[in-house]
């Protein structure tokens, strides 16, 4: 059936782009309807609860296990790496190895909440280091657009802790909450590595742990009113938000914060103005229709299913003024390809990168108070920018409170080689638990990586989905930069572990699990953060990019690309405040536009 609704915008994907987008234009009094594929079970209180129990539940504590995918959208597994039979096709020779949500929320309903802007250098990667490409915008062009994402997602940090590597703000400017206090290990790390400092050729750099940017509730500043909690129904009705829902320390961020003081994209949604937002969820985005003649989008064809667990469907045809896709960077780029629109030079899907990384976890020689929230506070962002970006790739590390968790699979591998190996029980269990667990430390060291073309979203028509989509195929290698990277990240980390007196076992053989690759004879166990980008990026020469700095398509004047697949490079930031201030910028063009 093909419905012939007028709306000002059809936007595909309910995730961050897409709800701060229809937030910006239902606010202007333009109709939107939204395409989200998967269910919308988190719009509702007691639903989100619900995947809270799932996840108290399960047995694998994963980034997927509180939102498993509708039979009829598909997503990829953090399982799906061992046996290489998940949603991606993956053709190598490295796996990818990070993975998204496909539901009402997106990926930020799994999401740790970091922050960061790009730093300034970011965006000039070739101009100032001579690798990458530069962005058609810079640092100046989006520092507004960063303000209002921080207020957007409700960001808590402290100015003077983020100025570093050129990074400004406004001279009255101060994030919407405080910052969120470092915790006993982040303070215990800082006295012993503050001031510590780390030479690469002839340029030298002081470390400092210094707690990041969060979009987690902490205690606002003036005015500023945090939004807890959300309640929508499908009749378009909502409870009142319960206000503030303060960062509680729980210990589960990643993969859901059981108060959702964490941000998520379905607090934008609830405060789009419903009197335009028409939102459709289980809807499947399958094909962009165009019309040969001028390349303009006339409808987007989506397939409908009543039931998660099945596969039948209706299909039906979305129309709108303007299309915008905020599916995804994988998606984005797989539902371009499904409708034969490979953008200028075939580069649609093309430079797919993430941030490969690398854990570092030891023994402290004290007690720290391992397993205890957030997952994370603080970082050392220091070595993000640098001379040395010429040779070899900029990194970052998270600094965990969650133990061994990640790497072993703590505290469970502890208590069971306690118990199976060493024999232990009682007293003697018991000692032994309460000395190892308490002191537990954990990095992880997220590795810049620059585009290339032979990094790519591909379909191909043997592999479909339950639905007779395309599944992405992807094509993936770690090169020699962002193994150098690695190189003087492990170096760095290392180092920091011997100043504080942590007992390194980064490489004991655990977590063996992970994806390697080699380099200069050594092995490098990788996993991905999920930071996604590049599959659309933009730029200011219609040959050389997809998208223009307004983030539409150059071969389709009513098609928008939005996300951080719209990024020609990503540097060392978790892309979600960059990609949500891209959003807000795309979202002005959009009604000015609109409105004329």
Known sequence: MTSDTPFDAVIVGAGVAGALIAKQLTGAGLRVLLLEAGPGTSQSFNGYSRHLQQFYGATSKSAESPWPPAAAAPQPDSSDLRNNNGYFVQRGPDLYGSTYTRTWGGSTLHWLGVSLRMLPEDFRMHSRHGVGRDWPLGYNDLAPFYARAEHELGVSADVADQRYHGVS?????????????????DRVLGAAVDGMTVWFDHESFDLKVRSYPAARNSIPRGAYQPVGA????????????????????????????????KYNAGKSLAQADRRYLTMLVQAVASKILVDPANGGVQGIEYKRYQDPASTRFTTAVAKGRVYILTAHAVENARLMLASGLTGPRGQVGQTLMDHPALYAWGLAPLAIGAFRGPQSSAGIEDLRGGAFRARHAAFRFDIGNDGWRSTTGAPDSTVSEAVMSQRLFGTALRDQLANLLSRQVRMSLAIEQLPDPANAVTVDPQYLDALGNPRPVISYHIDDYTKAGMVAASGVARALFRRAGVQDFSESGNGSWFPSVYYQGREFHYHGMGHFSGTHAMGDDPQQSVIDPDQRAWQHHNLFLAGSGSFPTMGTSNPTLTLAALALRTADHLVATLQQ
């Open 230 to 261: 959300v309640d929508l129904h499908d009749d378009g009705s909502s409870n009142p938000p319960l206000l503030g829902g303060r960062c509680q320390g729980n210990t589960s961020c990643t993969p859901i914060c059981p108060v959702q003081a």
């Open 169 to 185: 703000f406004a001279e009255d400017y101060d994030y919407p909450m405080q910052r969120v206090p470092l915790s006993y290990s």
